[in-house]
């Protein structure tokens, strides 16, 4: 069974911080993984998807890696800013790949 | 391009009664997808539709039921409801049902049952 874990669960940083946010998982046959960003009594908003084939994906600010060999991913966030403040989820296939497994989540706080 | 609407916004429902919340995917996506959310977890997988056929099915029991119409819009049917249905349900849609496709969500449902 597959299980995703988010460490840590909670980050307080201040504005303009380099930050790294990490997902683990147990199973390392996965068909991608996604980042999702959440903010308070919202939906999920997608921020990055690594193919299985992939190692790393970059959007703006955002670098994601995979590596599914030791079950591992990271999220890194540049020069962080107060609106970065928000829970972000990691989720990876289950094994029939028809659904998402997710972590609990890092809720991130970025002081100005 | 709208994205994955949601509706209702907010539901108040009480103990054993029935709801039904609606999902409309992404113009041109085919598979939509159900998620529960309780406070403080992440999102928990409850079904997913592709081509009004149901694809897979999470640990949820039979009180939940799903539905995909012609248009690819969705119905998510939750009866004889318990306090402990109280969450955010989101709805998700991709391209295709395969998970190499990238799964977008919608604002969610809050429900809340008292």
Same mark, same amino acid.
Do not use: M
């Given at each position: ?6 460490? %840590?669960?909670?980050?307080?940083? %201040? ?5 790294? #946010? ?10 991608? #993984? ?14 990055? #998807? ?57 809720? #991130?706080?970025?002081?100005? | 391009? &709208? +994205?994955?609407? /949601? $509706? ?12 039904? !919340? ?14 529960? /959310? ?19 099915? +999470? ?6 039921? &799903? ?13 004889? !409801? !318990? ?10 849609? $991709?391209?295709?049902?395969?998970? &190499?496709?990238?799964?977008?969500? +919608?604002? +969610?449902?809050? !429900?809340?049952?008292?």
């Amino acid at each position: 069974k597959q299980e995703v874990t988010q460490i %840590p669960a909670a980050l307080s940083v %201040p504005e303009g911080e380099n930050l790294v #946010l990490n997902c683990s998982f147990t199973d390392s046959a996965i068909y991608n #993984l996604q980042w999702f960003r959440q903010d308070p009594g919202k939906g999920l908003t997608s921020l990055l #998807l690594i193919q299985s084939s992939q190692r790393e994906q970059t959007s703006g600010r955002l670098n994601a890696s995979l590596d599914k060999s030791s079950g591992r991913s990271t999220l890194y966030i540049a020069a962080s800013q107060p609106g970065d403040s928000a829970t972000y989820l990691c989720a990876v296939s289950n094994q029939a790949g028809t659904a998402l497994i997710f972590g609990k989540g890092t809720t #991130l706080s970025v002081s100005s | 391009d &709208a +994205g994955v609407t /949601q $509706s209702p916004t907010h539901l108040i429902k009480t103990r054993g009664q029935q709801v039904t !919340l609606r999902c409309s995917p992404i113009s041109g996506h085919k598979s939509v997808s159900w998620y529960q /959310q309780v406070l403080g977890q992440g999102p928990q997988f409850i079904f997913q539709y592709y081509e009004k056929e149901e694809r897979g099915r +999470g640990n949820f029991p039979d009180r939940f039921s &799903a539905r995909q119409f012609p248009n690819y819009s969705s119905e998510l049917n939750v009866n004889a !409801l !318990l306090l402990g249905d109280s969450a955010l349900y989101l709805c998700a849609s $991709s391209a295709q049902p395969g998970l &190499a496709n990238e799964q977008y969500f +919608g604002p +969610g449902t809050r !429900l809340t049952v008292t």
